[in-house]
C-alpha cells in the first residue's frame, strides 16, 4: 500500500523546464558501474520507443557531434522526418534532442521528463547498479521523443566508447565511426585496440558501418567484428572521401563529402 500511494504521488508530481534542468543537473553524470540493464529497463516498461524508429549510430573519439548534426540534415534534406540526440550541451539541455530541424522546446522537453518520471524512480529502486544517469535519463527521453514525434530515423551520439553506452539500447540500422585515439583509458582501455573494440559494440547484425579512421589496429578490430555480424565495412579514402577539404565561407568553414550515392556540400 505504501509503494502503491507513493507511485501515485510521483505519478501527480509536475515539474517545470526549470526543475527539470535541476533535478538533471542533480544525476550522476557517471554511474558506478558500466552497465546498459537502467537504460533497457526504463525503455521495456515505457512501451520500448527505441524499437518504434530507425536509428544511425554515430561513435568514436572526436568529431562525433558535427558529424550527428550534419548526417540528420543530409536525411532531412532527402524528405526524412528525422533527429538527432548528442551530447554534451553548450547552454541548454534541449540542445541535446533536435526533431525535424530544430530543437525540442523547453515545454515539450519537461512533458518527456514528466511522463518518464516514474518509471524513472521505479527503476532507481530496483537492484541495477545504482540510480539512473544524467545521460540515460536523456537518452530514454530521447528515444521516447523519436517515438512520440514519430521520426523516420534518429541519429545517435554515443557518450562515451559504445558497449555499455546508453545509446547501445537501440538497434541501430547504421554505424558511423569518426576516429579513435586515447580518452578514458581507466574505463575503455589502456591502448587504441581495446579502446576501438569497445566502440565496435554498437555494429549490429548486418548494419553497415562506415569508418573515418585508418588505424591498422582500429581497422582489424572493425573488419573482426564486420566479419561477425555480416556488416559491411566503408572506408575512408576507398569507398568515401571529403574533396576541398577545408574552404573558407561567410559562415565559417564548408567541406565537400562524396559518398557512395552522391557528393554533399
Wanted: aromatic share 10%; net charge positive; charged share 25%.
Amino acid at each position: 500500500m505504501k509503494n502503491k500511494c507513493r507511485t501515485m504521488i510521483q505519478a501527480l508530481k509536475k515539474f517545470n523546464f526549470k526543475q527539470v534542468t535541476k533535478y538533471l543537473d542533480g544525476c550522476l553524470v557517471f554511474g558506478i558501474k558500466p552497465d546498459l540493464a537502467r537504460i533497457k529497463k526504463i525503455l521495456e516498461i515505457t512501451g520500448e520507443p527505441h524499437k518504434k524508429s530507425d536509428f544511425i549510430h554515430v561513435v568514436g573519439t572526436n568529431g562525433k557531434t558535427s558529424t550527428t548534426i550534419m548526417t540528420a540534415n543530409i536525411l532531412k534534406g532527402h524528405g526524412l522526418r528525422c533527429g538527432y540526440h548528442i551530447s554534451p550541451h553548450i547552454n541548454c539541455y534541449t540542445e541535446r534532442i533536435w526533431v525535424d530541424g530544430s530543437n525540442i522546446s523547453g515545454q515539450d522537453f519537461a512533458d518527456i521528463f514528466n511522463f518518464l518520471y516514474p518509471y524513472i524512480e521505479k527503476v532507481n529502486r530496483f537492484n541495477l547498479g545504482g540510480p539512473m544517469t544524467q545521460f540515460e535519463v536523456i537518452a530514454a527521453m530521447a528515444f521516447t521523443a523519436a517515438a512520440n514525434k514519430k521520426l523516420d530515423v534518429m541519429v545517435l551520439e554515443a557518450g562515451m566508447g559504445g558497449r555499455w553506452d546508453a545509446t547501445n539500447a537501440a538497434d541501430s540500422r547504421v554505424v558511423g565511426l569518426t576516429g579513435v585515439s586515447l580518452e578514458h583509458t581507466n574505463i575503455l582501455g589502456k591502448t587504441i585496440g581495446e579502446i576501438a573494440a569497445e566502440k565496435a559494440e554498437v555494429i549490429k547484425k548486418g548494419a553497415p558501418v562506415a569508418s573515418l579512421s585508418r588505424d591498422k589496429k582500429v581497422l582489424e578490430v572493425l573488419q573482426n567484428k564486420a566479419a561477425d555480424t555480416g556488416s559491411k565495412l566503408y572506408l575512408y579514402g576507398k569507398d568515401f572521401c571529403i574533396i576541398n577539404k577545408i574552404r573558407d565561407c561567410f559562415k565559417g568553414w564548408n567541406t565537400d563529402i562524396k559518398g557512395t550515392a552522391d557528393t554533399y556540400f
